[in-house]
């Protein structure tokens, strides 16, 4: 039996806590613990600090954004998933840019948050549809640069599709489209700042064969991109 | 560019006309007026070496003051340090003249006034005052110093009166040219104003009237069925009720001429979903493009369709594509759904999951 992955909730609004709490207590195989809540940052630095898998950090705390205060927690060995009311594009790559494994907003916290967390401790990409309009209104020019099929994939999961009907629609396997969303995240973890979060991903989705070393290399993306290849390897779950 | 910028461009260009002005009026004071006298009585002064020298410092500061006015880089330091170089330079010239008939050769007093007019003349008139006051006060005391006689006192009156008046004056032109160019600008500002919102308002009476005799066509007829006596527990008479109260709701929508008024429009078929206790969210993915009124009404004519059909919930997003713009909806109808035709540039998909349907209108730029 694998071990439970622990989880800490930072989040000042109690109501709140107490619901993703439930959501935790409500997964049928009971496959995350929580171990830690907390109202603000302070007790997650220094020496005394918790030990958990993974953090769910609300992105505002006490009417403060604290995505600058990621890339500590990153740093610290945790894994973060932030869990936010704010779904703004720019703010949500901001989150992921600065190491965060995965953006939940809040409508999708009961859908998505347990899985969103087992995702972030195992290193794999979970993108929500949040994350996936945020890459789809992605306009910076150092952008990675994605193909047309995970484009599409993208495109149809952010309009609300379930991954089975948007492999009917695109003609593909289920599995190929978690696969196509999967390497877009990974390039994006290819992509900006550097953190020790996104190279476990992305060393994660290379051992997982989301993505070939070749890929996310930022200058010969583009011409492999557009070769447009179909899936790789081995499914990643 | 916005009102209050084309205003600023233009009450702009008439200051520097009135700027330009100015410093023609002191450069040719202190070429014609005061190089004049100065040559005149040339060899009356003690040195005229000197008062030449005193008369290219004040062309310098002069020129100095010209430039940085013209260009809009004249700071209160800098122009009060141009002021004080043209006081010193005139206590100087006028120390320096003889005693006696001083007033009348003395050329420094006009030009160095001149220059503070140059300099100060977009500040406060007070500024101005001060500085011909501490001015005229200097004269005076090297003329006390020199020994002050009835004459001279009479002399200096009479120059104080015309010079300072002079200048004042010109100060004072300026700055009444200034307030009612900044007026004319205004005065032109909301002209324009007016005439654009007169021929919105004729755009507005004529959409009105559109959207007038589309009501005519479908939702007069069924008021008109309504009231001779149709069943309002019919199923169909109330889906198609349902689909005229989102039709009004759109129209309304429509008039609102807000930017990005699809998801507007979109919005607004989606009040009267959520009416009928439909969960609608509506999210948007990219800089969306300006879609053109009929190949919206054709997305929000879908959007009505699959709303109505809507059980309990329905997304409608909308996306920036290569091309244009993607609008697609999910929603729990449960069956299949009679969607608009393809039209006005917008091509519609759609799939059947389940009792999930889901729908892709796109219209392509071009």
Known sequence: MEQRVTVAIVEDHPVVTEGVASWIRADPGQRVQLVHTARDLTGLHGEARPSADVIILDLELSGELVTSQIPGLVAAGYRVVAFSGHSDPAIVMETLDSGAHAYVSKEEGSDHLVEAVLAAAADRPYVTRSQARAMLSDQRPGRPELSQQELQALLLWFQGMSKASVGRRMSISENTVRQYISRARAKYAATGRTAPSKDALLARAIEDGVIKPGEIMPYTSFARAAANRPSLGAPGQ | ?366
């Open chain 2, 1 to 366: 560019m916005t009102d209050a910028q084309s205003t600023t461009m233009m009450s702009g260009r008439y200051q520097r006309a009135f700027t330009i002005a100015v410093v023609v009026l002191v450069a040719g004071w202190h070429l014609a007026g005061g190089g004049g006298q100065l040559l005149q009585y040339r060899p009356d002064y003690a040195s005229f070496a000197f008062q030449a020298v005193v008369w290219l410092v004040l062309a310098v500061a002069i020129g100095v003051g010209s430039v940085l006015m013209l260009r809009g880089s004249l700071d209160w330091r800098l122009a009060w340090a141009i002021a004080i170089v043209a006081l010193v330079a005139s206590t100087a010239s006028a120390a320096e003249s003889p005693a006696g008939h001083m007033l009348a050769v003395n050329w420094a007093w006009g030009s160095a006034g001149w220059t503070a007019v140059l300099v100060l003349h977009r500040r406060r008139l007070a500024e101005l005052a001060w500085f011909l006051a501490v001015e005229a006060t200097a004269i005076f005391s090297v003329q006390v110093w020199d020994g002050l006689d009835r004459l001279d006192l009479a002399a200096f009156l009479a120059l104080l009166a015309w010079s300072t008046g002079a200048q004042i004056a010109v100060a004072a032109a300026v700055k009444a040219l200034d307030a009612a160019a900044d007026r004319a600008a205004a005065a032109a500002r909301s002209e324009d104003a007016a005439r654009e919102r007169a021929a919105t308002a004729e755009i507005i009476q004529a959409a009105r009237q559109a959207r007038w005799l589309a009501l005519q066509e479908s939702t007069v007829p069924l008021v008109a069925e309504l009231a001779a006596g149709a069943d309002p527990g019919d199923e169909q008479l109330r889906v198609r009720c349902a689909v005229q109260a989102a039709r009004l709701r759109r129209l309304m929508a429509e008039g609102d001429e807000l930017p990005g008024s699809l998801v507007h429009e979109l919005h607004a078929s989606a009040d009267v979903a959520e009416l009928r206790g439909i969960a609608v969210e509506i999210e948007t993915a990219g800089v969306l493009p300006q879609v053109p009124g009929p190949a919206r009404r054709v997305i929000t004519d879908a959007a009505i369709a699959i709303l109505t059909a809507a059980r309990s919930q329905a997304r409608i997003t909308l996306a920036t594509v290569a091309a244009g713009i993607a609008v697609s909806f999910v929603a729990d109808t449960g069956s299949v759904v009679l969607l608009p035709a393809a039209d006005q540039g917008v091509a519609i998909e759609h799939q059947q999951d389940g009792g999930t349907l889901w729908a892709e209108a796109r219209w392509n730029n071009g």
